[in-house]
């Protein structure tokens, strides 16, 4: 790790002046990883599972680039594994609804993807309204909806997995153009669009700004109100487009889906070198940490490490991305 | 100086940072117990030496004596044991703790049991703050206390460790006026007991009330350590600055125009009572009165930060009604606040960004920077302000602290506003700074921007404003235009001695 440090800091110097140095540092981390894990296992250095990798690791990106943007502001979203429970299942039912109304199946599949991503959408607004007007912190209102969004996914499905999609959806995270995955594509298209917004924009200047000191944003006019139930939404939305996914992927949308998923998801933009306090971190640097955070766990699969020691290694990830940021604000 | 009266030496001491040589060269004695101050501009190198002096730091190169012994501290708690003790502006106390308990946090006495005594605890708390001639409960909770009464506590705990130097950061920054004597007789009488003072102020009338001698830094080197008495004000600010500063409040006569700004019985419940003034196109009014007499809390509700409940605000004749401060700044109001770093900045972000920040609607297409504009604005902001830095693209949280307030200034400047209402502009800021500081609200001025300016420094009101408004209570006490403007009598009507008939504004 500390040599994949000392390295990528003669790389920051000469390579991507487009990146950050943080960025740069743990892609080199990523690489070296890949390296001891060819080593440990020929399987891992195949076409078939570098591919695999991006496949698993859209799900956690996605969701990782909405609560980017939530934990660039300065908050945090706890919620993101339930709306993706709730969300995928309200876009089941909603699929099936349209086809006993018989709309046919692309209206059907059009009308399940929107009413999915529209109930992250409200999701989000919920939590970033209880922020703003019941002036409560963001992590206790988003930890207030993982129970209640968990539970809504239950109720509406009676706690039935949902089953019966059609080509035309799980296409979605099936399908491939060429040799790429589509995830693998929503995912890179997802990324360069909020890559845009946070560098280009008014909104992302403001986002950083607001994170890094709301009361001072306020006094220069921005409206402060009004950006975190916006910021929130988008993080509800992207948790449900990760929940399109990996339904279309399993052809099943599950009411207990999604758990531990805000774990990987936030884990990852810490990686990424965001601040724990707000007002840092880059959208480039989220998306290498949800492909990390998947090299780990596709890692511990072929070393044939159990799914329990996989949960422990997700803890310690956080608790050292953070520890990381601590220690360089220190310095 | 015989040597065993020297407690602090400094030889050659230098400190290098990546980048910067923070001091250089730096060689002074202090005398055991005097209170020596040292002064500066930000940025001087006043407080590498304190964090040297505190085990914070060590220096790169040189020697630092205490007692006669190198100083070799790994960290604080080590400076803490050896006598060497810091009090911040920032007071380093635990709220929900008692007096007692934070005097002695980290050491209390001990039972034979091995468990806290905490009876003795109360005594020794007792004895000590009997000692410093305080009234001040060892019992009660240390939330309870005003700033001053802080610091004592603080003060309490050095002595507790035993301290023999004790450093103080701008002590006097945070506390009301009639709080400093009773600090400056604390400092006399720990002078007295043989402890050191290390006193650091950016006001230089305490530096002659206090201090035996003084040292003054400037970019990293000592200019000179004299004895006060050889020193007059004048003589002191050159040495600081390097210059000569012609006119400490540089004021220009107002030209008035138009009526920029009208307010109209403002009132808020249990802080501001019936408010009623105007302000014209270039001039500065002053707006003066104690702590807690409702000046920011003024402004804040004519920004629309604070909501009124009841009252009209009038820009430029027009009557507005501002629910956030985005709707004031629409209409072309800015205010600096009070605190800069959480008010002013965001700290986080380049100066660049803070300058745009406002103005970023002017500087985007469909919510698109364009950021050539946003270059090209604050290369303009940072050249007319004057503002120190070595890139625009520099993080404000760098910057020294007048660099910092002329980024406040150029952030609002960049939209033109036409009232600025400024909350102790020149607060934690250098002398040198301050002039630069007033230099900029005059050019204001001359473009017929209108200023309403709250401060606590009462030259700084006298030696700046066209007018000053005296606040007591939540009230406007009096209004003193530029002629009967003096000390006594802005004084005697912020805390309620002399009752002035009000008067309209100059017509």
Sequence with gaps: MEQGEESAKSFGALAFGLLRHQVVSITAIMLVMWVILWQM???????????????????TAVIAAGVSFVIYAGMIDLSVGSIFAMAAVGGGLAYHAANNAQWGTFPGVAASLLATVAIGGIAGLVNGLSVVYLRIPAFVATLGMMGIARGIGFIICDGVPIYGLPKAYTEIGQGKFGP?????????????VFFVILRNTRFGRF?????????????????????????FVICGACAALASIIEA?????????????????????VYIGGASISGGEGHILGSLIGAILVTTIRNGLNILGVSAFWQLVVNGLIIIFAVAADQIRKRR | MAENDVVLRFEGASKRFPGVLALSDVAFDVRRGSVHALVGENGAGKSTLIKILTGVHRQSSGRVLYNGADLNFNNPHEALLAGITAIYQELNLVPTLTVAENVFLGHPPKASAGTVDWRAMRVMAGDLLKFLEVDIDPGALVRTLGVARKQVVEIAKALSMDARVIIMDEPTAAIPKKEIDTLFRIIRTLRERGVTIIYISHHLDEVFTIADAVTVLRDGRVVDTMPTAELDEAELIRLMVGRELTEQYPYHPAKPGAEALRVEGLARKGVLKNIS?????????????????GRTELLRAIYGVDPVSSGSVYVGGAARRFAAPRDAIEAGIALLPEERKTGGLVLLLSVMDNIGLPSLKKLSTRGVMRDKDLTRTSERMRDLMNIKTPSLKQRVMNLSGGNQQKVVLGKWFARDPKVYLFDEPTRGIDVGAKVEIYNLMNRLKEEGAAILMVSSELPEILGMSDRVLVMREGEIAGELGRGELSQERVLKLAIGGESIGRKTAVD
């Design chain 2, 277 to 293: 003034f105007s302000l014209r196109a270039g001039e500065v009014v002053g707006v003066s009165g104690m702590v807690g007499s």
């Design chain 1, 180 to 192: 790429i995955p589509y995830p693998t594509i929503i995912t890179i298209a997802l990324f360069l």
């Design chain 1, 41 to 59: 296992s020929p399987h891992f250095l195949t076409v078939r599972n570098i591919l695999e990798i991006t496949l698993q690791a859209s799900v």
């Design chain 1, 207 to 231: 986002t950083y700004a607001i994170g890094s000191n709301a009361e001072a944003s306020r006094l220069s006019g921005i409206k402060v109100n009004f950006m975190i139930p916006v910021i």
């Design chain 1, 248 to 268: 279309a992927r399993l052809g099943t949308m599950q009411p207990n889906g999604g758990q531990g998923y805000e774990l990987q998801a936030i884990g990852a």
